[in-house]
């Protein structure tokens, strides 16, 4: 997804990634990344995004910066014994329907 802030299309894009983001949710995503330019990185910021890691890439011998950024959308991942991670709601009730869960009381 790409706007131009010099063409007055920030509500575009900002319409854009509401659209993206409510689709996610729709199909139970628990989360959303993109790589992002320089310029588009405090957009995403706004948004909710964090950044993961800047990055490097060369496109036809120019390296460039850019940055992999995440939102979550859901605090419902499941992680078990670093083994097992659900990303959708229904991964997670799976895991919580089908195995035997032993929590630690602490």
């Known amino acids: 997804m790409g706007s131009s802030p ?12 509401g ?7 729709s199909v139970q995503l628990t989360e959303l990344t993109a790589d992002v330019s320089i310029t ?17 890439p060369v496109l036809d011998g120019m390296p ?8 979550k959308l859901l605090d419902s991942a499941v992680c078990l014994s670093g083994q097992l991670a659900c990303h959708t ?3 997670a009730k799976t895991v919580r329907d089908d195995l035997p869960l032993h ?3 602490r």
Do not use: C, W
Not at 19 to 25: D, L, P
Not at 64 to 71: G, H
């Open 6 to 17: 010099s063409g007055g299309t920030t509500n575009v894009a900002r319409q854009l990634i």
């Open 64 to 71: 460039l910066t850019n940055y992999k950024m995440k939102k």
């Open 103 to 105: 929590l630690d009381p």
């Open 89 to 91: 709601q229904d991964q």
């Open 40 to 56: 588009a990185r405090h957009f995403f910021e706004r948004h909710g995004f964090t950044v993961e890691a800047e990055q490097h």
């Open 19 to 25: 659209r993206v983001e409510t689709h996610a949710r």
